[in-house]
């Protein structure tokens, strides 16, 4: 059984940091992609970043160049450093899984986390 077990949220201050984690346990192999959603209250939940096997990157706009999306595969570890944090920033944010190479093919396998809160006052 896959499962993924985010840590590193908290409350921060506008302007401050916070590094999010995520760890896969369970039959999980070969990820295709791999990175961070989030939900804020009344809201849908959106893309952050995420990272494919090559390298590729995929960044919401309101982020880009304040939040790095890293991965080592060695340790099924996802990562998402947050700099410069602001208010709207404030949601759950979910680590997420989205394919596994299985024999050389793309599977569409998709596994979600439980979430962290990240809380950023002004």
């Known amino acids: 059984q896959v499962q993924l077990v985010e840590s590193g949220g908290g409350l921060v201050q506008a302007g401050g940091s916070l590094n999010l984690s995520c760890v896969a346990s369970g039959s999980i192999f070969n990820v295709h992609a791999t990175g961070w959603y989030r939900q804020a209250p009344g809201k849908q939940r959106e893309l952050v970043a995420t990272?494919?096997?090559?390298?590729?990157?995929n960044y919401a706009d309101s982020v880009k160049g304040r939040f790095t999306v890293s991965r080592d595969n060695a340790k099924k570890t996802v990562y998402l450093q947050m700099n410069s944090l602001k208010p709207e920033d404030t949601a759950v944010y979910y680590c997420n899984v989205d394919g596994l190479w299985v024999a050389g093919e793309l599977n569409d396998y998709v596994y979600w986390g439980q979430g962290t809160q990240v809380t950023v006052s002004s």
């Open positions: 990272i494919t096997n090559r390298g590729r990157f």
